[in-house]
């Protein structure tokens, strides 16, 4: 099987483009991560981010609507594909074995 | 929410949307518009300006990631391959080949007759380097030739005598076989009750199918012609003689005795690309005399060939051979010429034995048969077919730049519209590969038609069929790709190249250059064109000479009866029979007849008085009738006759074997030492007369020494003929030939014939080259038509405006055909020296030539710049006849 390499970055921009479900874009995406984790990323790493993802065959976009507070320019819209959620179910799997394979004594101090 | 204060700040975003990749920009610019508005209203103005900045600068370069144009696009081009794009190209170029009929077909005719030449001259030349090669041991098989200098004269040749072969094999154990053949010429074959005149008889020993691969239809190769006379048909010999019957133990017969000979045998066909050619193949065995002479000089008629081991450098075995002929052959020249191999060379001659691939025989050897080849000829044919494709290229290349000015709107338009460089570059391209197909397939039509005109020049047997092979085939049509490529290049990057504003101006080819690619091309082409001119004049003026030099006799209506000797006793009789007729003047019975080669014996002759001195001498065996017949002159003392019984012992020398004895005071009554007896005793002739030099060979040749003796040499009757009744006369004669009832056939040919016979292969030489060079002066008009017609379009505003102004036609028509002469003049300039020197290098080979006239090249000058004018003047006439009203007013 041919790893998928995913940063870590990607994942958590890759999942948020998951959660929101179809209306994922360069705005809401920042704002669901600085919700959501906390962190505050330039827009300029998040819109590099979704082109990377694309590129990569993650997610599929396309331009949408204009709307009037954005001076009609429209958004580019972004989508998770299957090989996304594929992606992200292995390594959602991949987590559980490893974590699975812990001592039970150390899942417990690390839990604590 | 939407207040007009929310708005960044503005030097923020004039950087956004100058520095952002456009591609993203609509999109990002909004995001950053509505973040702004995010952070206006969670942090205050200051604060989202502050963000705002910081987030515009991440996504300016370096920083930004661009997103792949080819990936996912609004406005995808279409790719220049996809299947919708060649068939708008195939469509375009339909289109435009159909609209400039003139200059399509220009084209196509032009490469037509390119690739038709190109292909005629690639079979050609195949089959020249295919020879011999059918042998499964082609390359191992080597020929062991004679070399022997005679009085500063290359007498050597292709065959050694008969003991050369034997002592080979015995001598070199590397010399796996030996084995040799010889050939009889023609024989009268007899079966039962019916005869045949057998030519092609060849002679051979048993060792001949371990060496040379010639399949066995019936019979057993391995001992086929290992007894005494037995012999080995050929397909088509074995149905003539026996029909479908089975001709193995059926017995032929042939030679003086008539002996009997076996068939044990039946083979294929020699292949015509063979040196040798048989119809039947008999044994030498038993049919020459074993001779116990150790040296190889005696009878040399014997081709002998060895078959080395693989891999096996045939140089060292020739460098072992030479000892041992110093040796044999030392022997015989002392014994012959009273002098040691070493005063021998001293004198300046040479002796020796060397060895020839038999791959190389056809084309490599010096031989005067007519079905030799010459690796010059191949080399020359080759050059004119590569010059004439370049040709045919060029034109193309030149008629479609020419045409460009009409294109250019077209490419001006196509730009506007978004087509790319590289889309344009395809479509020419793709258009002049259509165009090249087209020619192809014309050209293949051609070369089905003029196939067998070609044959008969050049005396092959081609075939179509050999252009099906699957590699020839796709050979051509790769070939043939990369002619229309290559054609279609030059236009292809010169009009994709165009500006469009300049094109949609109307000013994109207005540049007239005074020396451009296009002249350069014109100029090539007329040096081709020129050089063949001087060629072709030249290889004329020395058929013709040669055809009309005094030969030394009168060769006119003299009729060659041949196999007379068939007559036996009655053959004088005939003869005066024959003479009685009115129609024939006088008649002789000899079996030299001059030119050609009918007899090649060359003997050495010695004077009395310098019995070391030998000079290389032919021999003519004549009856008294032979002189007079002929119309030969004798320059000193008499004619042999029969009131002299003296003549017996007389000879007659011409005026070189005068010369060469250095007898030039006096020649009449001395003695000379005509040749050795068995018993050692030397044979005594004393000269009756000279006789005036005439050529018994081609021009090709200096005359040499001739020596005529009075003797009953038998074979021909040579009858001068006084009559303008030929058919006639020809049937009596042979009704005549009939009573006496001759195992052999009637059969008769003219001197005349015989005579032009000796030339046929520079009659095939000037007959190429005439082919060839009226082609490519037909290809080269083609493009001159094509150039003249884009140059009098071109130049239709200047000369409408010249006519307002009262310019005459005749310096319109000057005006436009000035250019043209510029460059052939340039390219007559060029083609002189090198076409002087090339047609030098040939007339070497000749002892009696022409001369290189300044008037030959005036002469191809003049015919190019006649033939150019001629093409150029359609279409400079016409344009200068056009009212300038119509020209001017279209603007």
Known sequence: ?112 | MNSPDKTPPRWAHWLLTTLHPHETLEEVEGDLDELYMYWYDRAGRTQASLRYLLNVVSVLPPFVRRRKPSKQQDYRTTSNLHPDMIRNYLKIAFRNLKRQKVSTSINVIGLAIGLATGILIMLYVQDELSYDRYNEKADRIFRANLKLQLNGKDVGGPSLGQNAARDLKQEFPEVLKATRIRGQGGEFVSYGTTSFRQDNLLLADSSFFDVFTIPFLKGNPKRALAEPNTVVLTEETARKYFGNQDPIGKVLSFGNDKRPYRVTGVVRNVPTNSHFRFDMLATLVGHDQVIDWPGWLYSIDYQTYVLLPEHYDYKQLEAKISKLAEKQMGSEIQKWLKLTPKQFRERGDDFGVFLQPLTDIHLYSRSESSQSGNIMYVYVLTAIAAFMLLIACVNFMNLSTATAVRRSREVGVRKVLGSVKGQLQQQFLIESVLLAIVALLVGLLLVGLALPFFNQLTGKALAMSLLTNSSVAAGLVAGTVLVGLLAGSYPAFYLSSFKPVLVLKGRATARRGSFNLRSGLVVFQFFVTISLIIATVTADRQLRYMQSQKVGFDHEQVLVIHDTHMLRNNETVFRDRIIQSPQVVMGSISGQVPVGRTNMDNTTVRTKENPDQGVMTRFYFVDPEYIPTLGMRMVQGRNFSKSFPTDASGVILNETAVQALGWQKNPIGRELIGHTDDNGVNIIYRVVGVVSDFHFESLRQKIGPLAMFLGRNSGNILVKTRTDKLPEFLASLKQQWESFAPAAPFSYSFLDDRFAKVYVSEQKIEQVLTLFSSLTIFIACLGLFGLATYTAEQRTKEIGVRKVLGASVGSVVALLSKDFLKLILIALVIASPIAWWGMNQWLKEFAYKVTMDWWIFALAGLLAIGIALLTVSYQSIKAALVNPVKSLRSE
């Open chain 1, 1 to 112: 099987m041919r790893r998928t390499y995913l940063g870590e970055f990607e994942e958590v921009v890759l999942l948020m483009v998951a959660i929101l479900d179809g209306e994922g874009y360069g705005v809401t995406v920042s704002q669901a991560l600085e919700e959501h984790t906390g962190r505050i990323v330039t827009f300029g790493t998040v819109h590099n981010t979704l082109i990377r993802l694309e590129e990569k065959g993650f997610v599929t976009s396309e331009l949408g609507g204009g709307t009037t507070e954005r001076g009609g320019r429209r958004k580019r819209l972004f989508r998770v594909t299957a090989l996304g959620s594929k992606a992200l179910q292995e390594i959602q799997q991949l987590r559980q074995e490893l974590w699975g394979m812990i001592p039970p004594k150390i899942v417990q101090l690390s839990g604590q």
